[in-house]
Nanobody, 124 residues
Framework: QVQLVESGGGLVQAGGSLRLSCGVS????????MSWFRQAPGKEREFVAA????????YYADSVKGRFTISRDSAKNTVYLQMNSLKPEDTAVYYC?????????????????WGQGTQVTVSS
């Protein structure tokens, strides 16, 4: 059974950085896309970044482009989200998701596997 476990969230001042990790237990298939979504209080879950496991293509939401980087360590079955120049509006619970999805890879309902989420809070 596939499980996704996020870690690395916390409290950081605006302008700071955090790196989130998503460890995957079980096999990551070459057809998979691994992604990060986030959900702020009272808002819908929104796409942040995606990485195609085969080929490594990446996708980003406009709101994080140039500040966030998604990457992977295939040997460790782990996906990372490096977040720099954080802003208060980045405050949310961040979720890791995985599965075989189409294009664009930004539709949450397309993902089968989800982590439990990790809180990121950016103070002004």
């Amino acid at each position: 059974q596939v499980q996704l476990v996020e870690s690395g969230g916390g409290l950081v001042q605006a302008g700071g950085s955090l790196r989130l990790s998503c460890g995957v237990s079980g096999h990551i298939f070459s057809t998979w896309t691994m992604s990060w979504f986030r959900q702020a209080p009272g808002k819908e879950r929104e796409f942040v970044a995606a990485l195609r496991w085969s080929g490594g293509s990446t996708y980003y939401a406009d709101s994080v482009k140039g500040r966030f980087t998604i990457s992977r360590d295939s040997a460790k079955n782990t996906v990372y989200l490096q977040m720099n120049s954080l802003k208060p509006e980045d405050t949310a619970v961040y979720y890791c998701a995985g599965g075989t999805v189409g294009t664009p890879p930004s539709v949450a309902v397309d993902y089968i596997f989800w982590g439990q989420g990790t809180q990121v809070t950016v103070s002004s």
